[in-house]
């Protein structure tokens, strides 16, 4: 059996803020999933009842270029060779992928993918001014973000 999400696959994704590129990928990845997404971008879906941990990451990546690069696998770790590419984009595509996963297996909690987040953190100060409800319940966040190089 397939399976639903290829992390090499959406790695190949080369998706700056506004990007024709984000928009495929939201679409083939978030949508099904989330539904509409929010005024400022953001993909929300909760999994149980008044969960108090919240898991996040975003929907943008640092990329120059929108387009698809290519993503090899070299002893089981992924990187991009190429001219047009200028970084694999695992921040976040690798948060997005550990989300979609975690909501397939159905654990508990709020599950946000902000979008413009490599452009001034836009998704997520949209949702601290929209004061959603379920913000009251929540106790524990969880960024799926790198932090450094490495």
């Known amino acids: 059996m397939a399976e639903k999400y290829n ?72 990187t991009v060779k190429g001219a047009i590419s200028n970084c694999l984009g695992a921040d976040c595509t690798t948060g997005v992928y550990i989300i979609l996963k975690m909501i397939e297996a159905k654990v508990p909690g709020v599950y946000v993918v902000h979008a413009a987040e490599e452009v001034g953190c836009i998704g997520s100060a949209g949702v601290v001014a929209g004061n959603p409800d379920w913000i009251k319940h929540v106790r524990f966040a969880i960024s799926f973000d790198r932090m450094g190089y490495s």
């Open 7 to 78: 992390l090499k696959e959406m790695l190949s994704y080369m998706r700056p803020e506004g990007s024709s590129a984000q928009t495929r990928f939201c679409n083939r990845y978030l949508k099904p999933v989330f539904g509409t997404p929010d005024i400022f971008g953001n993909y929300t879906k909760i999994i149980g009842d008044k969960p108090d941990i919240a898991f996040m990451a975003h929907h943008d990546t640092v990329h120059k270029f929108s387009g698809k690069q290519v993503v090899t696998d070299e002893n089981g770790h992924y």
